[in-house]
């Protein structure tokens, strides 16, 4: 159930979505009060081409009032805190005074950090993720005043509307969350477009990112009813789009669907933050063996819910629901197990290979795992027993 309690719903982050949208950036920097935008982004998106269309965009609209005075297309997979550092630096050294992040998760995240840091005076991101969690609440935080627009390269993330940043914290080999507010951005431009030329292997793989965000915003113990609007519409969109993306590569309306979807399903995410098992373990995979968010949270999905059954079990009815099941006659248990069957189907329509073994994760490697697993900072929101941890590591291999 979703709670009717007392809570708060961030919802600050201006959405322009449409194909061709990107066309807008720069008449949006205007309206903000952006004079010297740095465009964030990595070296993928420079050699595919999407860099260069959204710095031809500025070429046609620069003007005295507002150019693009540098780009840094060095962020590295996970927001790793060295290239966060050196972006810092290229910043100050070009005197940006607003941020413009083309790119996926690592690359929206990276954009957070160098806003934290340009408001903070830091020179060191690793500075505020010694414990593996940054958390900042209002009214003590304040806004950094510097614009910053987010425009995803993929449908997966939904990092352009959230205030939270996970960072890979490269001194101590963990991936750390900051949470602060007004660290989203200001506006998030979805043009799906720009996901066009996605491999169908990274296409399913964010797509598997957001599912997994609406599902577990459902089974959130934080649920209310804003969240449950976004991430039980997020899931049904997904669930119905997914496939068909990944036959239909070249299909504009069901890219744009998913780019939406993504969006609210991370919003849901971080509005209704609390126990996500899911995430703990593609975290600390993703920490431990560079997997990529979106494919760990792709194969943990179906595995996690099997073998934690007693915490998803509440919500069976709700994420059936989700996923237009019908669930007549079943009782809980058969509800979820449902579940489970349908997302493992997804996965086969998809091609997607749900085991870890194809990114050299072997049983050599479970105490590692484990351990990764258990200093992962979600793990304090709900520890698993570590005969379950390894039941399902096991399961994933």
């Given at each position: 159930?979703?709670?009717?309690?007392?809570?708060?719903?961030?919802?600050?982050?201006?959405?322009?979505?449409?194909?061709?949208?990107?066309?807008k950036v720069p008449s949006l920097f205007r309206g903000l009060g952006g004079k010297r935008v740095l465009l964030v982004s990595d070296e993928g998106l420079e050699k595919g081409g999407l860099v260069n269309r959204v710095k031809d965009v500025f070429t046609l609209n620069n003007?005295?009032?507002?150019?693009?005075?540098?780009?840094?297309?060095?962020?590295?997979?996970?927001?790793?805190?060295?290239?966060?550092?050196d972006l810092v630096a290229y910043a100050r050294s070009v005197a940006a005074d607003s941020i413009l992040a083309l790119g996926g998760g690592s690359v929206l995240d990276a954009a957070k950090g160098l806003k934290y840091c340009l408001h903070h005076h830091l020179t060191d991101i690793?500075?505020?993720?010694?414990?593996?969690?940054?958390?900042?609440?209002?009214?003590?935080?304040?806004?950094?005043?510097?614009?910053?627009?987010?425009?995803?390269?993929?449908a997966g993330t939904g990092a352009e509307v959230t205030n939270g940043a996970v960072i890979h914290n490269q001194v101590l080999n963990i991936k750390s969350l900051v949470l602060a507010p007004y660290l989203d951005a200001d506006m998030a431009v979805l043009d799906a477009k720009l996901t066009l030329g996605l491999p169908k292997s990274i296409t399913v793989a964010t797509a598997f990112d957001a599912l997994t965000h609406a599902i577990e915003s459902i089974a959130s113990p934080k649920a209310n009813l804003f969240?449950?609007?976004?991430?039980?519409?997020?899931?049904?969109?997904?669930?119905?789009?997914?496939?068909?993306?990944a036959k239909e590569p070249t299909n504009v309306d069901c890219r744009s669907k998913l780019l939406q979807a993504s969006t609210m399903a991370c919003n849901a995410v971080v509005n209704a933050f609390s126990a996500f098992p899911?995430?703990?373990?593609?975290?600390?995979?993703?920490?431990?063996?560079?997997?990529?968010?979106?494919?760990?949270?792709?194969?943990?999905?179906?595995?996690?819910?099997?073998?934690?059954?007693?915490?998803?079990?509440?919500?069976?009815?709700?994420?059936?629901?989700?996923?237009?099941?019908?669930?007549?006659?079943?009782?809980?248990?058969?509800?979820?197990?449902?579940?489970?069957?349908?997302?493992?189907?997804?996965?086969?329509?998809?091609?997607?290979?749900?085991?870890?073994?194809?990114?050299?994760?072997t049983e050599i490697n479970l105490k590692e795992a484990i351990a990764s697993v258990k200093h992962d900072v979600l793990y304090i929101l709900y520890p698993v027993p570590e005969p379950v941890i390894e039941m399902i590591l096991r399961k994933a291999l």
């Open positions: 159930m979703s709670t009717s309690g007392y809570f708060t719903y961030n919802m600050r982050t201006v959405v322009h979505s449409g194909a061709d949208s990107i066309i003007g005295p009032d507002m150019q693009l005075v540098g780009v840094y297309a060095k962020v590295t997979p996970d927001a790793g805190s060295e290239s966060i550092n690793c500075d505020i993720l010694k414990l593996g969690l940054k958390l900042e609440t209002w009214p003590e935080a304040k806004p950094s005043m510097i614009p910053h627009i987010a425009i995803p390269t993929t969240s449950d609007a976004h991430a039980i519409t997020a899931a049904k969109v997904i669930n119905e789009n997914m496939p068909k993306v899911v995430h703990n373990f593609s975290h600390a995979l993703g920490a431990t063996f560079h997997i990529p968010h979106g494919d760990a949270n792709g194969i943990m999905l179906p595995v996690v819910i099997e073998t934690s059954a007693d915490f998803y079990l509440p919500n069976a009815q709700r994420m059936a629901d989700a996923l237009s099941l019908d669930s007549k006659g079943l009782n809980a248990e058969q509800t979820l197990a449902k579940v489970v069957a349908h997302i493992r189907g997804i996965q086969r329509a998809c091609d997607f290979d749900g085991s870890l073994k194809r990114f050299g994760v």
